[in-house]
């Protein structure tokens, strides 16, 4: 019986010291994913993302957004808006990943349903903080799936290659990027782009952004070929955080804006875009 009760307590405590690795190498993980952000912060800016173009650094968040847009006799309602979950896997990596967004058709033209997924990879080539040039130069490329349902997405795959940057002077910075789209097939019925967008941002409290965005898209080929669309999008953001808080904790932020068309031509306009983030 005592040999029995021995092999039981030597049986309990490694189970038990299994049983506290294991939550000690769970807490250790988390620890560090929670402290991704933070060991970003260390090295980038800390303006705030915009609401439409890439954020030139890398952050971990969760974003949630639904955009309302006009075109002439339709209005469509976009739950997801290309956006979803962003994930840092290294010191110069970020993936995102991006559900498909339902789009809601007040149309005669285009019935409800899904647009396409979209998995994105951001790489981080330079950037400093306020102390080493406040700046970020990012390479960006994503892919979009074809999983859009009664014409919501576009007819093939595309890639979508992008160089982002960023420079920060105090409280003001300014931000761009210079990318395209390049379907993988059925180029003549779609076309191929060159977006171009820039903004200016100026943090006006501890918890409030204001930045104005310049969105260009320059189209090549298809049936808008040679045709230029452009928008101005004001926006504001506020941060909802603890008195106590620090890179590591989360944050919430509450953002929205409008694409206002300022070219002669555009596919919509008046797109209005609220948003909120969970920065993890």
Do not use: C
Request: proline content about 5%; hydrophobic content about 40%.
């Amino acid at each position: 019986m005592n040999r029995l009760q021995s092999i039981s307590s030597v049986a309990l405590a490694a189970a038990f010291v299994a049983s506290a690795s294991a939550t000690f190498a769970q807490q250790s993980f988390y620890e560090r994913f929670r402290a991704h952000n933070e060991s970003m912060a260390a090295v980038q800016p800390t303006w705030m993302g915009p609401l439409i173009q890439t954020d030139s650094r890398l952050a971990q968040a969760v974003r949630v957004s639904v955009s309302n847009s006009y075109a002439p006799g339709e209005h469509t309602v976009n739950y997801g808006n290309s956006h979803g979950v962003g994930l840092i896997v290294g010191d110069r990596i970020q993936l995102n990943l991006q559900p498909p967004p339902y789009m809601q058709n007040h149309s005669a033209t285009f019935k409800n349903g899904f647009s396409d997924s979209v998995e994105e990879v951001k790489f981080r080539i330079a950037s400093g903080n306020a102390e080493h040039g406040n700046f970020t130069v990012t390479a960006y490329l994503a892919y979009s799936f074809p999983t859009g349902s009664h014409l919501n997405g576009q007819r093939s795959g595309a890639s979508n290659p992008l160089l982002a940057a960023g420079r920060a002077f105090g409280r003001f910075n300014v931000q761009s990027t210079l990318g395209g789209t390049l379907p993988t097939g059925k180029i003549a019925e779609q076309g191929r782009s060159i977006e171009w967008n820039a903004l200016a941002q100026v943090q006006a409290t501890g918890h409030v952004w204001l930045d104005v965005e310049n969105n260009a898209t320059f189209n090549y080929g298809g049936p808008y070929d040679g045709k230029t669309q452009n928008f101005i999008t004001p926006a504001a953001f506020y941060m909802v955080r603890r008195k106590d808080w620090g890179p590591r904790h989360p944050v919430w932020v509450l953002n929205a804006g409008m694409q206002i068309a300022t070219s002669g031509f555009y596919l919509y306009n008046h797109n209005l875009i609220s948003e909120m983030r969970m920065l993890f």
